[in-house]
């Protein structure tokens, strides 16, 4: 994880940088693995010191938490503990959403997902001379039931590049998937 520790009209001392880094390290281990990068920002309001900290933890889900005092650290210390709190209801939410759906009542889907084979990467001439690709893999995925919201943040989470789903709504199947510009599209044959 990247940790950017800046002072507006604040001096930061190295003592202050790896309190700073001990602490981010901590919550991101305990909530968050993959957190990618904090931006840790001192400033100085009348007698107090203030602390912003904007914590980037996964694409598209940045947590952000203030903090006040007479010492940076225990600003930082209370900013920390706002960010921790915010990850912890956000891991606690996919938690029970996860659970949710594990006891829910409706029939499993499955659908059929196939690996095709690019013919550039084949040697094989029976291959080659085909109108196709040739089929590498057959495994079954299962087809949840999910809100857009749901699915978009699945997507995120487990950093895939399309997710077939049926929509929890409208019952249609819909697909989100990952744009070129990085952002999220989703396809829903129902709304056309």
């Given amino acids: 994880m990247h940790i950017t520790v800046a002072g507006k009209q604040v ?75 915010r990850l912890r209801r956000y891991r606690r939410r996919v ?3 996860a659970r949710s759906k594990a006891t829910d009542r409706l029939p499993r889907e499955m659908a059929q997902e196939y690996l095709l084979r690019d013919e550039a990467e084949d040697h094989e001439e029976e291959i080659r001379t085909a109108d196709h690709a040739a089929v590498v893999a057959e495994p079954t995925t299962e087809i949840m039931h999910l809100t857009v919201g749901e699915a978009a943040m699945r997507l995120d989470l487990g950093n895939l590049p399309v997710m077939l789903f049926r929509n929890s709504a409208s019952s249609a199947l819909n697909v989100v998937y990952r744009r070129a510009d ?11």
């Fill in 11 to 85: 001096e930061t001392g190295d003592a202050l940088r790896t309190h700073v880094e001990h602490g981010l390290s901590t919550i991101a281990g305990k909530y968050f693995d993959h957190a990618m990068e904090a931006r840790v920002t001192f400033s100085k309001v009348r007698s107090f010191f203030s602390c912003d900290i904007n914590f980037h933890a996964g694409r598209n889900l940045i947590m952000r938490g203030e903090g006040q005092a007479a010492d940076a650290h225990r600003a930082f210390e209370q900013a920390a503990e706002h960010v921790g709190k």
């Fill in 95 to 97: 938690n029970e959403h």
């Fill in 182 to 192: 990085g952002n999220v599209g989703w396809l829903d044959p129902g709304s056309a």
